[in-house]
């Protein structure tokens, strides 16, 4: 006879068995759990054997086919009467931390196109881009800079693990900020997403395809060109009309729970390298890490920020790169004050969150302020946004195609990670900027409530 597990995800070693659990094809009834669950237990998934906080989607799937459902709230497995029902058996029901809960929630949506918690090493090494080694693609994470971009196995924003860049102390580039993680829009195959299961691809409206990242290779730089399926294009409605096979839709959110808990204030050196620093992400394409489509997020800036001061949010898009409200454009509408008042948001220093929506306009010079660009924020330990930016502006896109012959499209399609600074050097110390719980969807994603 094998076994029913109940465990608890704090605490791997707290946990009962139950025997199988048997269901007759045509009867709705159900099966409590109840008594073996810890004390103190609250929200239930069905786990994956080895792996804590994960659920089990291909579990879920068996017994969802034979009518038999995970009533959490009620600590009980319960069948509908409808389905092929019998014995269940080989399940982990897995009480989760209200953090880990929190989590499954808003990875659950119907929306969700892929998410990161960089729980496993894989999810990092998966994207890892190194500028300078051959194609760029640095999964055997061989590049100059790979050894700063790091999985840590705990502390994240659940407990669990997250990913760390870390800006060193000196003054050779190389190994200063030239590695990135850089993932594609695109939903990918569990085999090769670094988590072992599918993305869920908006409940299945794109079907996950295999990312075959290798050492050297040009895996990212040819996405939009070599993706099997997709390479995952949100766009102006045009654009969508005009060549489907690349897009997923009109728009996107993209949520980050982001740390910076040293202030190391602005770099130290001499213009250029002082302006515009502190970059931490950028929404991207993947022909290249520069292009006209990126929108990138900023901080530390000269004049603005000292040392022991958390940096402000700012941003700026490719095709001006001068920064400031509004992304520093001159035809712009800056719905939020000009960075002052409720637009004068800074980090805290411990996990914040950051939501950013974006509906791609046309091509600049086909009309005037066609793209929307929407960021809330919640500081560490806030569960309600703050909506720190809106701004309608003429978004401008790469046109023709990159070194290796991939052809952009208009609108966005990756998301880049790193910690860049214009090849600063800063001379005391080092510093990290902390990445956890990354979540792309095409529908609105709650603010974290742990």
């Known amino acids: 006879m094998r076994y029913i597990v109940v465990r608890r995800s704090s605490a791997s070693t707290d946990w009962q068995a139950m025997q199988d659990a048997t269901f007759t094809q045509g009867v709705a009834s159900s099966v409590s759990f109840a008594a073996q669950a810890p004390p103190g237990s609250s929200s239930y998934i069905i786990g994956t054997s080895g792996q804590t906080g994960v659920v089990n989607s291909a579990k879920v ?34 009480d989760v ?12 949506g119907s929306g969700v196109v892929w998410y990161h918690n960089f729980d496993q090493q894989a999810e990092v090494d998966r994207f890892l881009w190194s500028s300078g080694y051959s ?17 840590q196995v705990s502390g994240g924003a659940d407990g669990g693990g997250f990913m760390r860049l870390t800006y060193p102390v000196g003054s050779s580039f190389p190994s200063r900020g ?49 993706a099997p399926l997709s390479p995952g294009y949100f766009g102006p409605a045009s654009a969508v009309a005009a060549n489907p096979a690349k897009y997923y839709g ?6 980050l729970r982001v740390r910076r808990a040293q202030t190391p204030g602005p770099p130290p050196d001499a213009p250029p390298f002082s302006y515009i620093t502190g970059k931490s992400a950028w929404l991207n394409i993947t022909t290249d890490t520069s292009t006209q489509n990126e929108i990138v997020v900023y901080g530390q800036s000269a004049g603005e920020d000292s040392v022991g001061q958390q ?23 800056d719905a939020i004050t000009n960075m002052d008042g409720v637009g004068d948001w800074r980090y805290s220093g411990g996990w914040d969150t950051l939501l950013y929506h974006v509906t791609p306009g046309t091509h600049l010079g086909t009309g005037a302020n066609r793209t929307r660009l929407e960021v809330w924020a919640a500081h560490a330990g806030e569960t309600a946004y703050t909506k720190i930016w809106d701004i309608l502006y003429s978004a401008a896109y790469d046109q023709s195609p990159n070194t290796v012959g991939a052809q ?30 990354v979540i792309c969807s095409k529908a609105m994603i709650a603010c974290p409530q742990a």
């Open 61 to 94: 799937a068996e017994l969802a086919a034979r009518g038999i459902t995970l009533d959490a709230a009620n600590k009980r497995l319960a069948y509908d009467g409808v389905g092929t029902a019998g014995v269940v058996s080989n399940v982990i029901l897995e």
């Open 97 to 108: 931390t209200t953090a880990a809960a929190d989590w499954q929630e808003r990875i659950s």
């Open 135 to 151: 194609g760029g693609n640095d999964p055997s994470r061989v590049g100059g800079g790979a050894q700063f971009v790091t999985r």
């Open 178 to 226: 030239n590695s990135y993680w850089w993932r594609p829009f695109s939903a990918l195959t569990g085999a090769t997403n670094g988590k072992d299961v599918d993305d869920p691809g908006a409940a299945g409206a794109h079907t996950a395809q295999a990312w075959p990242a290798s050492n050297g290779s040009t895996t990212t730089l040819r996405w939009s060109s070599d």
């Open 250 to 255: 009109t728009d996107f959110y993209l949520q």
């Open 311 to 333: 940096p402000r949010h700012r941003m700026y898009e490719g095709r001006n790169r001068s920064g400031g409200p509004g992304l520093g454009g001159t035809n712009e509408t």
């Open 408 to 437: 952009p499209y208009d609108g966005w399609s990756a998301l880049i990670l790193a910690i860049y600074h214009n090849g600063s050097a800063f001379t005391t110390t080092e510093f990290n900027f902390d990445y956890d719980q």
